[in-house]
Nanobody
Framework: QVQLVESGGGLVQAGGSLRLSCAASGRTFSSYAMGWFRQAPGKEREFVAAISRSGGSTYYADSVKDRFTISRDNAKNTVYLQMNSLKPEDTAVYYC??????????????????WGQGTQVTVSS
Protein backbone atom coordinates (compact mmCIF):
# COMPACT_ATOMS: atom_id res chain seq x y z
CA GLN A 1 0.00 0.00 0.00
CA VAL A 2 1.15 3.49 -0.85
CA GLN A 3 -0.47 6.69 0.34
CA LEU A 4 0.13 9.80 -1.72
CA VAL A 5 -0.37 13.39 -0.61
CA GLU A 6 -0.06 16.27 -3.07
CA SER A 7 0.72 19.87 -2.17
CA GLY A 8 1.76 23.09 -3.84
CA GLY A 9 -1.33 23.95 -5.85
CA GLY A 10 -2.84 27.41 -5.89
CA LEU A 11 -3.78 30.43 -7.93
CA VAL A 12 -1.23 31.94 -10.30
CA GLN A 13 -1.30 34.38 -13.18
CA ALA A 14 -0.62 33.26 -16.71
CA GLY A 15 3.11 33.03 -17.33
CA GLY A 16 3.80 32.21 -13.70
CA SER A 17 5.19 29.09 -12.07
CA LEU A 18 4.18 26.54 -9.46
CA ARG A 19 5.90 23.51 -8.03
CA LEU A 20 3.76 20.56 -7.01
CA SER A 21 5.01 17.95 -4.58
CA CYS A 22 3.71 14.48 -3.87
CA ALA A 23 4.86 12.75 -0.71
CA ALA A 24 4.54 8.97 -0.54
CA SER A 25 4.30 6.76 2.50
CA GLY A 26 6.12 3.47 2.83
CA ARG A 27 9.67 2.30 2.30
CA THR A 28 9.28 1.02 -1.27
CA PHE A 29 8.85 4.30 -3.10
CA SER A 30 11.66 3.51 -5.52
CA SER A 31 9.78 0.43 -6.73
CA TYR A 32 7.03 2.61 -8.22
CA ALA A 33 7.01 4.59 -11.41
CA MET A 34 5.26 7.88 -10.72
CA GLY A 35 2.96 10.00 -12.79
CA TRP A 36 1.08 13.26 -12.74
CA PHE A 37 -2.38 13.53 -14.25
CA ARG A 38 -4.90 16.36 -14.33
CA GLN A 39 -8.63 16.79 -14.71
CA ALA A 40 -10.36 20.00 -15.69
CA PRO A 41 -14.08 20.56 -15.07
CA GLY A 42 -16.18 18.66 -17.59
CA LYS A 43 -13.17 16.88 -19.05
CA GLU A 44 -11.61 13.47 -18.67
CA ARG A 45 -8.50 12.90 -16.62
CA GLU A 46 -5.43 13.31 -18.80
CA PHE A 47 -1.78 12.38 -18.61
CA VAL A 48 0.69 15.15 -17.80
CA ALA A 49 4.06 13.57 -16.99
CA ALA A 50 5.66 10.38 -15.71
CA ILE A 51 9.02 9.31 -14.37
CA SER A 52 10.63 5.90 -14.16
CA ARG A 53 11.50 4.15 -10.93
CA SER A 54 15.11 5.30 -11.02
CA GLY A 55 14.28 8.75 -12.33
CA GLY A 56 16.35 8.12 -15.41
CA SER A 57 13.49 8.39 -17.89
CA THR A 58 10.76 11.00 -18.11
CA TYR A 59 7.70 11.34 -20.31
CA TYR A 60 5.49 14.34 -21.05
CA ALA A 61 2.24 15.17 -22.74
CA ASP A 62 2.81 17.34 -25.81
CA SER A 63 0.78 20.13 -24.22
CA VAL A 64 3.26 20.55 -21.36
CA LYS A 65 6.55 19.58 -22.97
CA ASP A 66 9.25 22.21 -22.50
CA ARG A 67 7.18 23.91 -19.79
CA PHE A 68 6.82 21.24 -17.10
CA THR A 69 9.52 19.12 -15.48
CA ILE A 70 8.93 15.98 -13.44
CA SER A 71 11.56 14.79 -10.97
CA ARG A 72 11.80 12.53 -7.95
CA ASP A 73 13.87 12.17 -4.81
CA ASN A 74 13.77 8.54 -3.73
CA ALA A 75 15.52 9.35 -0.46
CA LYS A 76 12.66 11.69 0.43
CA ASN A 77 9.86 9.54 -1.06
CA THR A 78 8.74 12.55 -3.08
CA VAL A 79 7.95 13.33 -6.68
CA TYR A 80 7.77 16.88 -8.02
CA LEU A 81 6.20 18.69 -10.92
CA GLN A 82 7.77 22.03 -11.77
CA MET A 83 5.34 24.01 -13.90
CA ASN A 84 6.58 27.09 -15.75
CA SER A 85 4.97 29.42 -18.28
CA LEU A 86 1.55 28.42 -17.02
CA LYS A 87 -1.47 29.00 -19.22
CA PRO A 88 -5.17 29.28 -18.34
CA GLU A 89 -5.74 25.92 -20.03
CA ASP A 90 -3.49 24.31 -17.40
CA THR A 91 -6.21 24.96 -14.84
CA ALA A 92 -7.24 21.62 -13.35
CA VAL A 93 -7.01 19.37 -10.35
CA TYR A 94 -3.62 17.68 -10.46
CA TYR A 95 -3.18 14.14 -9.18
CA CYS A 96 -0.05 12.14 -8.56
CA UNK A 97 -0.16 8.40 -9.00
CA UNK A 98 2.04 5.37 -8.39
CA UNK A 99 2.48 2.49 -10.82
CA UNK A 100 3.58 -0.71 -9.11
CA UNK A 101 3.11 -3.28 -11.86
CA UNK A 102 4.67 -3.55 -15.28
CA UNK A 103 8.26 -2.82 -16.13
CA UNK A 104 7.53 0.04 -18.53
CA UNK A 105 6.57 3.45 -17.18
CA UNK A 106 3.04 4.05 -18.34
CA UNK A 107 1.24 7.16 -19.57
CA UNK A 108 -2.19 5.59 -19.06
CA UNK A 109 -4.17 6.27 -15.91
CA UNK A 110 -5.55 2.71 -15.86
CA UNK A 111 -2.04 1.36 -15.25
CA UNK A 112 -1.60 3.28 -12.01
CA UNK A 113 -2.42 1.56 -8.75
CA UNK A 114 -2.49 4.35 -6.17
CA TRP A 115 -3.71 7.94 -6.36
CA GLY A 116 -3.49 11.05 -4.27
CA GLN A 117 -6.44 13.25 -3.39
CA GLY A 118 -5.49 15.96 -5.87
CA THR A 119 -4.47 19.59 -5.63
CA GLN A 120 -6.14 22.48 -7.44
CA VAL A 121 -4.15 24.60 -9.87
CA THR A 122 -5.85 27.71 -11.20
CA VAL A 123 -4.20 29.93 -13.81
CA SER A 124 -5.79 33.32 -14.38
CA SER A 125 -5.51 35.19 -17.64
Amino acid sequence: QVQLVESGGGLVQAGGSLRLSCAASGRTFSSYAMGWFRQAPGKEREFVAAISRSGGSTYYADSVKDRFTISRDNAKNTVYLQMNSLKPEDTAVYYCAAQGTGWRTSTYAADYDYWGQGTQVTVSS
